[in-house]
């Protein structure tokens, strides 16, 4: 009898075994979800944690003196009337709008019947988490969340659980007012009150954008969706107060109230400081009326004047009132010369807290500074300038913006003359200098190499990266804002500072900026020094090489940062300068770690998100985005630069749609099929604009973007309108045809005909040309520019003519008949038609160059057929799609690469030194050793699968449905009787070279002795009928597994072999064949050296529960055993090498210290780990 395992979530049906310790597919809560999500998404400080803050440092609030405001008509009107939804409080510096705007704040929280939902946010010119439209954004719904915590769905709902990661780029802040809108609409009825503070200090060029999306989406609700907004006048405010349902509250206008306000808010602050004076009334009054004379309508001054005044001895304290200067900007004047007077350092760090990007953390003082650690004294600092700034939480801030400005203009710039040099080149050259000292390889030291963020403590993270947190950051942008100073275009050369911390300390700034969560910044920190290094300089050459490794590796950088020394290393090529001048950071577990071609290959990077294969890519016209479709029923919109993900758009789960494009302004995106209905989606929202009652072929928009056009196969044509969806006109085909293609400007459509001929017609079915087209035409394109027709067919040949001449442009034959093996899948030309790009249906494609007819390279990564091309509007870079669901962007530029020959079988020779191989060569099957040829067998024809016995006395193969024994030693072979006219799926050898098991879907899983005796047909009540993916031995050769679909079945080859059983009293029950049911197919099996484990391309599968205790084997070492599984190389149980998506299921094989891996350009990577070194490190 044969028990059933099901690991299906990691639990066990009534009656089994439960499978334990099987891999990597996790499951996650919805709390777990959620806190995944709030991570993802970065969100600034809470706002309820800043408006405390901002209590603190504005003074106690006063509600007496704003008491005007709640009785003004303009805000009774916002607050309680239907027909108004956004309220516009405007006035300058110091007038007390913030802290109107926090006595608004907890008003509106005090209301206790029907109590709304109130979200808020400060903008803050000087700290860069307060200052940009996304931080408002994720704030307002921080807010949200805290109060409603079943809103947190309409952000769930965008997370990508496989991938970790949001559906769309939640860096745009159009993303996230799409979300926040979402939110509003679930929160039903419930009147919600949005308050953001200071917008004009929001430091973004989509200021005025951001305003109109408000006025023109977000007052939709005026009723229960109410904006209020303070700034100082700016040039954006025109936007505001287009309609009725808008308000404004001019505090100029008011000024009368403010003034009244003013003088409530003086008397309060007479009456603290009266219990520390005890003053005579008459002095009392006198003090109070200088106050009212010099405030100038300005809180804030009230306020510093006041704080001034806490110091002052009873006695001195009119005289000192007397001393002060009306107006805000005297009264920082006064300050800072006094500041000036006292010798000490704080004008420099005043200086550097001016020019800074946010608020400095104490610890980050040194870094920026220039000063010791030791020479920075706090108290004296905060004491000296306490007119300026204010310690909140660790982090140095200006008390009030306009503070800040008064350093920034022209009346401090006198006093601050003598450090004029510590601007941002000395700022640039701090951090810099700091950098390249407190860096280091492993800069947490933790000891487990594919260690994540979710790790680590975040608080523990943050306070040991405090120090090095601002220069990181920010050490590139001071360098570009000072790019043409002396010191910086110094440190640009080739012995310059930068140039120095670039080279040698790459590596541990991206790990750096890894465990701070920012990997995302890198590029576009290293395009800020690229634009401004000397051509042809060293510095310049590796900046590029950089750039490449980081477009490369960022996704194993950002997600284990460690991977960084290794992975990124080691899969890097060997001309990299990276990877040169760092190659000794490599862990000293691994040894002579090899490399991964000579220079970068055309692969610029790949794109990971579908959940299933892609079905279209599509460039936009400006070439900044690609769109993909997948099978997975969604759009994804990606950034070319930098490969971030823009959006997702969920289609609905019942269309099906094979082709995208994107609109002549790329604000729109079309999907189409010929089994499904075209639909129409807006880009900045993500939302269904339109769906058509109609199927395609092809598509394309009108060059005006106002027609969608599409075209059958039949040639039927259809004109839709995109505003309406009306069809607007639809012409049945005149002719009989096969093939049907539309021109991407919308001019002319190509019908193909069975006899391999080609009419371009105009849209009005006016024939321009015929073409003699191919004998077996399989499909026909446009180029991007419309300019070129191009034809290929299954066996790859091509034509490519000209549409204005219908002169034939470029002919090449077909590349089955030049030698390779793979079928054409899907097919592109280049907008110059110089290029044709194949994809094939091992993944491969094929770069022709038209013009001289010869293949340019053959681009290796996808490990699946590839199904849709596309090349960019420049013709620079191709996209492909593929059944392995990424996406991979190519450049087209580049030298012809080399081709090597596929290993079929790769495995560790018994001494465990050397590498052996057995590779395809034309027909031909070679068995080497490093560059050695041991064995060659040649007149193969369509040989699949391939084996070789440990002792290398074995190979076998199989050939149109047979399966061929060879005899090394003997140099004969032998043809196994049983699989005749069947698919062979799997083939593989006992270790003792004695028995050999093959599979095949109609004969089933057989095992035979290598003399080429059937011993049995193997059977189980969980077989099928269906092939094997993968056959594994037990080291000792006890046991045998196959996997096959969504399950493994292990058989006991003892008894196979009819020898007696013992069984086990009182252990687990011995029962064979036993059947474990899995999530995933498993493509690669192998055992354990101890037999207690499955070791496979999805994770380790322990068999301690399944396995008889009395039969455990015994492991050749005490040390783990390295084997590949889920894109990691494994030691034991811990992950310690990241592999790239184009080693996933190649070929590996494992011997003690010794690793070899094909890649899939198919060069044979060799490792040789110390794994003595190895696991003395997961122990540190």
Known sequence: MANHINIHGNTAEAGATQVNNMSMNTTYTIHEIDRLCLRALQCPPDSLIVKNRLKETKDKLHLESIKWVFQSQDFRRWRDKDDSGLLWIKGGPGKGKTMMSIGIIERLLDQRENPPLVTYFFCQNGDNELNTLGSILKALILRLFNQNKGLKECLRRHWDTQNSRFEKDLTSWRNLWDILQEILDKCGNQKVYIIIDALDECQEDGISKFLTTLVRTGLHHPSRIKWLLTSRPFNDERILLTADDQRQLNLEVNLDHVKGAIKSYISFKMRELDRLWELEPEVRDNIEAQLNQKADGTYLWVSLACKKLEDVRPKAVLEEVQTLLPGLQSFYHEALIQISRRGSKSLRILKVLSLAYRPLHIQELESVTGLAQQDIDIERLLSECESFINLRNDYLEFSHQSARDYLGGGKASAILKPYKSYGHEKIALNCVSYLSRELKVNLLDIKLPASTLDDLDESLRHLQLAKVNYAAHFWAQHVEKARNTIDIQRSLGENGAVSKFVQSRILEWLECLSWLDSTSLALDEMHRVMTIAKAKSPLLAFLQDATRFLQRHSHII???????????????????????????????????????????????????????????????????SIASLSGDRTIKLWDVRTGGLQRTIQKDPSSWNDGV???????????????????????ASGKLQMKFETQADDAAFSSDGKHLLTIKNSGEISVLEVSTGKIVHRVASRYDTSKAALSPNGKYMALGFSSGDIRICTMDGDVLSILAGLDQLSHLIFSPDSKYIGSWDINGAIKVWNIETGDLHHSVRGYLLSGYLSLATSFALSPSGRHAVLGCDNGDLHLWDLISGTLQKILHGHTNRTAVLSFSPDGEYVASGSYDKTIKLWAVAGDVEQTRNAPQVLFVSTNGNSAVALCQENNSLVLRDSAKVLSSWGDLQDFMITTVSLDRRFVAWSERGKVYLYNTTEDSSITLEGHEWSFVSSLSFSPNGYYFASSSGKEGLKLWTTEGNLIRKLESPDFNGEWAEAISFSADGKYLAASFEKKIILWDVPELLGAPRLFSFGGPRSDFPQTITLQHYVKVLKFSSDGRSLLTDQGLISLDDILPANQKTTSTSSLGDLWVGDRWIYFGESPVLRLPSDLYRTPYDARDGHIVISSRDNQVLEFHIDRVSLKQALKK
């Open 558 to 624: 950002s997600h284990w940062p460690l991977q960084t020394y290794s992975s990124a290393l080691i899969f890097s090529p060997k001309e990299s300068l990276v990877r040169q001048m760092n190659i000794s950071k490599v862990p000293k577990w691994l040894k002579d770690p090899p490399f991964l071609g000579e220079s970068w290959s055309s692969l610029i990077r790949t794109l990971e998100g579908h959940a299933d294969f892609v079905t279209a890519v599509a460039f936009s016209h400006d070439g900044q």
């Open 661 to 683: 494009l994107f609109s002549p302004d790329d604000k729109l995106i079309s999907s189409y099929s010929p089994l499904s209905l075209a639909h129409i989606w807006s880009i």
